[in-house]
T-cell receptor
């Protein structure tokens, strides 16, 4: 049973465009939703995270939109750059409960110059 | 170093052999996690340590897998009688622990190949 479903599996965007990656979850006990960026041969690196008490969080070109009622959240990368080409993972966690961070299957983003 | 380090970076072994993978967490981080990442997949939870004790080992696939953290810092993931299906990247992460917030910091991983 996959607890966090991520789409699309791969995404190709032109430089300067907007990249959008979507995730959905079922477990309403989740209360922390991070996004990780992973380059080939490297471990995942925390990019941005949100808690369900806010609907949006922005850090630079990266924005998380959160829809608690739909149990969905998404990552928006504005003005996408070739250096953003990487695999992105959404994840979810219940703080103070199980410390298992549950990951989606990932989205491979390619930004063409 | 400032980040999580893992050794070796690559490990090739033969089916049936025993392997040990090491993780050095960020100094001061009390929580340590092991994940396994298969090709094209997201990281999959294996085990979580808070201090020296394994707080949750429910992700270990079977009794061939074992992990220790005897002094509450460095951890070793041990795999006995390796099988080809064990081939994956094994990731270690650390954090300040439950009281310190949920951010996990991952190491670069050990790529294990079982021939």
């Amino acid at each position: 049973q996959q607890q966090v479903k991520q789409s699309p599996q791969s995404l190709i965007v032109q430089k300067g465009g907007i990249s959008i990656i979507n995730c959905a979850y079922e477990n309403t006990a989740f209360d922390y939703f991070p996004w990780y960026q992973q380059f080939p041969g490297k471990g995942p690196a925390l990019l941005i995270a949100i808690r369900p008490d806010v609907s949006e969080k922005k850090e630079g070109r990266f924005t998380i939109s959160f829809n608690k009622s739909a149990k969905q959240f998404s990552l928006h990368i504005m003005d996408s750059q070739p250096g953003d080409s990487a695999t992105y993972f959404c994840a979810a966690l219940t703080q103070g409960g199980s410390e298992k961070l549950v990951f989606g299957k990932g989205t491979k983003l390619t930004v063409n110059p | 170093g400032a980040g999580v380090s893992q050794t070796p970076s690559n490990k090739v072994t033969e089916k049936g052999k025993y392997v040990e993978l090491r993780c050095d967490p960020i100094s001061g981080h009390t929580a340590l996690y092991w994940y396994r990442q298969s090709l094209g997949q997201g990281p999959e939870f294996l085990i979580y340590f808070q201090g020296t004790g394994a707080a949750d080992d429910s992700g270990l696939p079977n009794d061939r897998f074992f992990a220790v953290r005897p002094e509450g810092s460095v951890s070793t993931l041990k795999i006995q009688r390796t099988e080809r299906g064990d081939s994956a990247v094994y990731l270690c992460a650390s954090s300040l622990g439950v009281s310190g917030g949920p951010g996990r910091f991952f190491g670069p991983g050990t790529r294990l190949t079982v021939l």
